[in-house]
């Protein structure tokens, strides 16, 4: 089946830097790459939506400042999270969509900790 | 506004016994219903998917779900379960008027721990 690599699987970073996280499709052209947060014991949330070669769109209270996601080609997203602060820790984890259906393929996740 | 409860945030249970976890959701329009897995470090798999037609859904791995449309309800069940099946489990509903079934809104998650 298809598969979405994500990395890092874990960062740990101090506070005020910027963290890059990688999610590629391996096997297949992504049109859509969707970005979700999940704190402790809350819900996966979506974050963002991403298509190829244009902007992200974000959701409510989300900040397009902080995180900026690129999709520069059909097979990368990333999502930068800029100036690092505590309150950003959290689980991050991406999805591709494929085709006109948009089966969703997830990545395994990245566990951010911000000191 | 779309919301997804998963009554139980663990479940345990015994291998070759029969489980049941249970999903709820309260939309106001017609929504797609999901649950996924997640295996230990690893991503979320789509265990099965409810769009339209039979309220009976069958999954991967011998589960299946039943969508019940007045009781906004979405359970999700394996008549006997298997160690490898220790995981943790998502429903999740796609808002249809939002277009792209990525558009997830998911529970909190249950963890199904099976025990020998």
């Known amino acids: 089946g298809a598969v979405v690599s994500q990395h890092p699987s874990r960062v740990i970073c101090k506070s005020g830097t910027s963290v890059k996280i990688e999610c590629r499709s391996l096997d297949f052209q992504a049109t859509t790459m969707f970005w979700y947060r999940q704190f402790p014991k809350q819900s996966l949330m979506l974050m963002a939506t991403s298509n190829e070669g244009s902007k992200a769109t974000y959701e409510q209270g989300v900040e397009k400042d902080k995180f900026l996601i690129n999709h520069a080609s059909l097979t990368l997203s990333t999502l930068t999270v800029t100036s690092a602060h505590p309150e950003d820790s959290s689980f991050y984890i991406c999805s591709a969509g494929q085709g006109a259906g948009e089966k969703l393929f997830f990545g395994s996740g990245t566990q951010l900790s911000v000191l | ?116």
């Open chain 2, 1 to 116: 506004a779309q919301s997804v409860t998963q009554l139980d945030s663990q479940v345990p249970v015994f291998e070759e016994a029969p489980v049941e976890l249970r999903c709820n959701y309260s939309s106001s329009v017609s929504v797609y219903l999901f649950w996924y897995v997640q295996y230990p470090n690893q991503g979320l798999q789509l265990l099965l998917k409810y769009l339209s037609g039979s309220t009976l859904v069958k999954g991967i791995n011998g589960f299946e779900a039943e969508f019940n449309k007045s009781q906004t309800s979405f359970h999700l069940r394996k008549p006997s379960v298997h160690i490898s099946d220790t995981a943790e489990y998502f429903c999740a509903v796609s808002d249809l008027t939002r277009g792209s079934q990525g558009n997830l809104i998911f529970g909190k998650g249950t963890k199904l721990s099976v025990k020998p």
